[in-house]
């Protein structure tokens, strides 16, 4: 075999200039962005930044070598440049507690004694090693592959195939071998949870939810996610003891759940959640909510509960599954099929509500928290629904990615921030933190009535892809719950970001992706206006919440 390309071992130094670029990478990641984070997640972020950015500027590097230009190394330069290396990262690990507080502060979450920049040091380490070998390695494969192809090409021609012949080696590996059997393990897992029967949650006796003894769906059908919607808060007493005495009687509130397992297509699913609605006489009710439920069938305890306190129970709810998955897993594996579902539902619900006389159908609302709220948006298409609209929809940390969401968002007023929107004169779409929702002065809400409840500090809803080459809007002018901190750094901040996404579900509520109770309540209130409730009554009804840890 000709040698044209120069082999180097998996020891060798590594690439001066890179290093110096990957340290700055490392601390930086370590600065503030939208939540706090732990010392494992750290290690991850820091890790990463570290190993994306050796990579891209050691590949600059090769591509300025492979040109033919000149190349200026001298023995003081690499010494000096790992010296300020190792410099720049233990200026990072000195400092993270500090940043860290700066993040919690603004969480209103109390100051860490440390962030544990020993455990932050271990978890990078264990990324950066094995990253850096398996790097070598790819480049020795591609080394290997070009000095073969030499024999059979020009020397810059065979690189290119080798290149080529390389990456696709180790895609077929990553998502033909690998990947799939990630994926199943993931499924076997997710199924196994969904099968869950919680021994302390009797199956229900009132007649108005989906499992009881003539309900046409089948308790064990439901899932764990089903069973836990169904059984959940509140009962007929506690809405009468928070709502009070005055008003219309007590209802018990009609849910309607339809699992994974208790249809075969998203149309069947459809039909009975349908058919069920109607044997319970949902129709009849003042309200009717098809709540959406995210990938794994989770519905928020208080999403629709709240509800049920305010309309004193005389409201049904409806959701039909759709997977068993985490959403984000769902979105990887097969992401219309929630869609369909929500659609066929939506489709199914609304003409035969749209066929009762107007005034004898009961007020129709959407609702859906994080993927969920994604598919409740793409449930209906606008046009179809001009005629006879339904009332409105309450959406909740709205993904990146929704439609709806983000044409909204594009057409603020210049003067609104876009971490909270104001849209034309806000009769038809508003958006709330968890500072409540803007005053649109004298402007009235419209017919239909679009809220959006997100948290600034949201990844979910305010990860940015294009933050990897540009700073994101909603830094300036940036929330009360954002550090003043939080820079934009190409690269990086789209890591940080992306690592707040999968944390932002673990944070306490009020914080990231956990949203808190009372922010339902004066949604559903604003949004409804239900009659009899004064600030006293509401306040009682957050409270109960509150005590419940909601």
Same mark, same amino acid.
């Given at each position: 075999?000709?040698?044209?390309?120069?082999?180097?071992?998996?020891? #060798?130094?590594?690439?001066?200039?890179?290093?110096?670029?990957?340290?700055? #990478?490392?601390?930086?990641?370590?600065?503030?962005?939208?939540?706090?984070?732990?010392?494992?997640?750290?290690?991850?972020? #820091?890790?990463?930044?570290?190993?994306?950015?050796?990579?891209?500027?050691?590949?600059?590097?090769?591509?300025?070598?492979?040109?033919?230009?000149?190349?200026?190394?001298?023995?003081?330069?690499?010494?000096?440049?790992?010296?300020? #290396?190792?410099?720049?990262?233990?200026?990072?690990?000195?400092?993270?507690?500090?940043?860290?507080?700066?993040?919690?502060?603004?969480?209103?979450?109390?100051?860490?004694?440390?962030?544990?920049?020993?455990?932050?040091?271990?978890?990078?380490?264990?990324?950066?090693?094995?990253?850096?070998?398996?790097?070598?390695?790819?480049?020795?494969?591609?080394?290997?592959?070009?000095?073969?192809?030499?024999?059979?090409?020009?020397?810059?021609?065979? +690189?290119?195939?080798?290149?080529? %012949?390389?990456?696709? +080696?180790?895609?077929?590996?990553?998502?033909?071998?690998?990947?799939?059997?990630?994926?199943?393990?993931?499924?076997?897992?997710?199924?196994?949870?969904?099968?869950?029967?919680?021994?302390?949650?009797?199956?229900?006796?009132?007649?108005?939810?989906?499992?009881?003894?003539?309900? %046409?769906?089948?308790?064990?059908?439901?899932?764990?996610?089903?069973?836990?919607?169904?059984?959940?808060?509140?009962?007929?007493?506690?809405?009468?003891? =928070?709502?009070?005495?005055?008003?219309?009687?007590?209802?018990?509130?009609?849910?309607?759940?339809?699992?994974?397992?208790?249809?075969?297509?998203?149309?069947?699913?459809?039909?009975?959640?349908?058919?069920?609605?109607?044997?319970?006489?949902?129709?009849?009710?003042?309200?009717?909510?098809?709540?959406?439920?995210?990938?794994?069938?989770?519905?928020?305890?208080?999403?629709?509960?709240?509800?049920?306190?305010?309309?004193?129970?005389?409201?049904?709810?409806?959701?039909?599954?759709?997977?068993?998955?985490?959403?984000?897993?769902?979105?990887?594996?097969?992401?219309?099929?929630?869609?369909?579902?929500?659609?066929?539902?939506?489709?199914?619900?609304?003409?035969?509500?749209?066929?009762?006389?107007?005034?004898?159908?009961?007020?129709?609302?959407?609702?859906?928290?994080? %993927?969920?709220?994604?598919?409740?948006?793409?449930?209906?298409?606008?046009?179809?629904?001009?005629?006879?609209?339904?009332?409105?929809?309450?959406?909740?940390?709205?993904?990146?990615?929704?439609? %709806?969401?983000?044409?909204?968002?594009?057409?603020?007023?210049?003067?609104?921030?876009?971490?909270?929107?104001?849209?034309?004169?806000?009769?038809?779409?508003?958006?709330?933190?968890?500072?409540?929702?803007?005053?649109?002065?004298?402007?009235?809400?419209?017919?239909?009535?679009?809220?959006?409840?997100?948290?600034?500090?949201?990844?979910?809803?305010?990860?940015?892809?294009?933050? +990897?080459?540009?700073?994101?809007?909603?830094?300036?002018?940036?929330?009360?719950?954002?550090?003043?901190?939080?820079?934009?750094?190409?690269? =990086?901040?789209?890591?940080?970001?992306?690592?707040?996404?999968?944390?932002?579900?673990?944070?306490?509520?009020?914080?990231?992706?956990?949203?808190?109770?009372?922010?339902?309540?004066?949604?559903?209130?604003?949004?409804?206006?239900?009659?009899?409730?004064?600030?006293?009554?509401?306040?009682? +009804?957050?409270?109960?919440?509150?005590?419940?840890?909601?």
């Amino acid at each position: 075999m000709r040698i044209v390309f120069e082999h180097r071992s998996l020891l #060798a130094p590594l690439a001066p200039v890179a290093v110096v670029v990957a340290a700055f #990478a490392f601390t930086t990641a370590l600065t503030p962005s939208l939540i706090p984070r732990t010392g494992a997640l750290q290690g991850l972020l #820091a890790g990463a930044a570290f190993v994306v950015v050796y990579a891209l500027t050691a590949a600059l590097g090769s591509a300025w070598a492979w040109l033919g230009l000149p190349v200026w190394r001298p023995r003081w330069m690499i010494i000096g440049t790992k010296a300020a #290396a190792l410099g720049i990262m233990i200026y990072g690990l000195a400092h993270v507690t500090e940043w860290q507080n700066v993040v919690n502060a603004v969480s209103g979450l109390p100051p860490v004694e440390s962030a544990r920049p020993q455990i932050i040091t271990g978890v990078a380490l264990a990324v950066i090693l094995p990253m850096i070998a398996l790097g070598r390695l790819v480049r020795m494969l591609v080394v290997f592959a070009a000095n073969w192809l030499a024999w059979l090409m020009p020397a810059r021609l065979a +690189l290119i195939g080798s290149l080529a %012949l390389t990456a696709i +080696l180790f895609w077929t590996v990553g998502s033909g071998v690998l990947g799939s059997a990630i994926l199943r393990t993931l499924d076997e897992g997710a199924r196994q949870v969904d099968a869950l029967i919680d021994d302390g949650q009797p199956r229900p006796s009132a007649s108005v939810h989906s499992g009881s003894r003539d309900s %046409l769906i089948d308790w064990d059908s439901l899932g764990a996610f089903g069973r836990w919607r169904i059984g959940d808060y509140p009962s007929t007493a506690e809405i009468a003891e =928070v709502a009070g005495p005055d008003g219309p009687e007590v209802k018990t509130p009609a849910r309607v759940y339809v699992g994974l397992n208790s249809a075969r297509t998203p149309e069947e699913s459809a039909t009975l959640a349908l058919d069920e609605l109607r044997r319970i006489d949902a129709f009849s009710r003042e309200v009717l909510v098809i709540a959406t439920p995210t990938g794994t069938g989770w519905v928020h305890p208080a999403s629709v509960s709240p509800m049920e306190f305010l309309w004193r129970g005389d409201v049904a709810s409806v959701s039909v599954q759709y997977s068993y998955l985490p959403s984000w897993l769902t979105l990887l594996v097969d992401p219309d099929y929630g869609v369909a579902t929500a659609r066929a539902v939506f489709a199914a619900i609304r003409d035969h509500w749209q066929s009762l006389p107007p005034d004898s159908r009961p007020r129709l609302y959407l609702n859906g928290l994080s %993927l969920g709220s994604r598919n409740s948006e793409l449930s209906f298409e606008v046009w179809g629904i001009l005629g006879t609209p339904f009332d409105g929809a309450f959406w909740i940390g709205p993904t990146f990615t929704n439609p %709806l969401w983000q044409a909204f968002t594009a057409r603020r007023t210049p003067t609104s921030p876009a971490w909270r929107p104001v849209v034309g004169s806000g009769n038809l779409v508003r958006f709330a933190t968890q500072q409540g929702i803007p005053d649109h002065g004298y402007h009235p809400w419209g017919p239909v009535r679009l809220l959006y409840l997100q948290h600034p500090s949201d990844a979910v809803t305010f990860f940015d892809p294009e933050s +990897l080459y540009r700073r994101p809007e909603w830094l300036s002018p940036r929330a009360p719950d954002v550090s003043p901190a939080f820079r934009w750094v190409p690269i =990086v901040t789209f890591l940080q970001l992306f690592a707040d996404l999968v944390a932002g579900f673990r944070t306490p509520i009020g914080v990231g992706h956990a949203y808190a109770a009372r922010d339902f309540i004066d949604g559903w209130h604003a949004l409804t206006d239900p009659p009899g409730w004064s600030e006293e009554r509401l306040d009682a +009804l957050r409270e109960w919440y509150a005590v419940r840890g909601r």
